[in-house]
């Protein structure tokens, strides 16, 4: 199986300021038609996931576009340009290459 | 509005199956691919399965394959998945997903969790 190792594990961000979340895999996750399958998902306190990403950098719909993705083959990076605070949550990155599906540990984001 | 509606929490005795349903709307259900997903108290997200709604093809972990069975009805828009011979274990929040392109890895609409209690 695929190993996802998210850093860090917690993550307090002053509101305004930007907040960085790196995700590497154990294996490339980059298929030959050039994508990388690799997706960020966000669940915020007593609530059920929210895809952010997906292929890497591609926001999902409806997804501010303070959020990026970027990365290709095992390191990728989550990046909001400036947190606000409905951005409180553990944040996920996930691997769709291959089954099974596996998914980092997760990064809590806090406010200050 | 793009939605999937689980069934309500489950309480169940250890060795007694559960049947989980996400019923889809707002979408076209045949075109796209439904996973499974279980979180543990510990926050950790665990990949159950998928299945291609529009082929009925499924694709399981290899931890859950001998107990795990996920469906699909056309009809209703809804999957569904068992798991069998529960264990303590198994307790956990399980969340449907969906592809709507049947892509397997554009999961962008979840439901609202079941939770999964096993308990003598």
């Known amino acids: 199986d695929i190993v996802m190792t998210q850093s860090p594990l917690s993550l307090p961000v002053t509101p305004g300021e930007p907040a960085s979340i790196s995700c590497k895999s154990s294996?490339?996750?980059?298929?030959?038609?050039?994508?990388?399958?690799l997706g960020w998902i966000r669940q915020r306190p007593g609530q059920s996931p929210q895809f952010l990403i997906y292929l890497g950098s591609n926001r999902a719909s409806g997804v501010p576009d303070r959020f990026s993705g970027s990365g290709s083959g095992t390191d990728f990076t989550l990046k909001i340009s400036r947190v606000e605070a409905e951005d409180v949550g553990i944040y996920y990155c996930m691997q769709a290459l291959q089954a099974p599906l596996t998914f980092g540990q997760g990064t809590k984001l806090e406010i200050k | 509005q793009m939605q999937l509606v689980q069934s309500g929490p489950e309480v169940k005795k250890p060795g007694i199956p559960v049947k989980v349903s996400c019923k889809a709307s707002g979408f076209t259900f045949s075109n796209s691919a439904i996973q499974w997903v279980r979180q543990t108290r510990g926050q950790r997200l665990e990949w159950i399965g998928w299945i291609i709604v529009g082929s009925g093809n499924t694709n399981y972990a290899q931890k859950f394959q001998e107990r795990v069975t996920i469906t699909r009805d056309m009809s209703t828009g809804t999957a569904y998945m068992e798991l069998s011979s529960l264990r303590s274990e198994d307790t956990a929040v399980y969340y449907c997903?969906?592809?709507?392109?049947?892509?397997?890895?554009?999961?962008?609409?979840w439901g609202q969790g079941t939770m999964v209690t096993v308990s003598s």
């Open positions: 294996q490339s996750l980059l298929q030959s038609n050039g994508y990388s399958y």
């Open positions: 997903a969906a592809d709507r392109w049947g892509l397997v890895h554009v999961f962008d609409i």
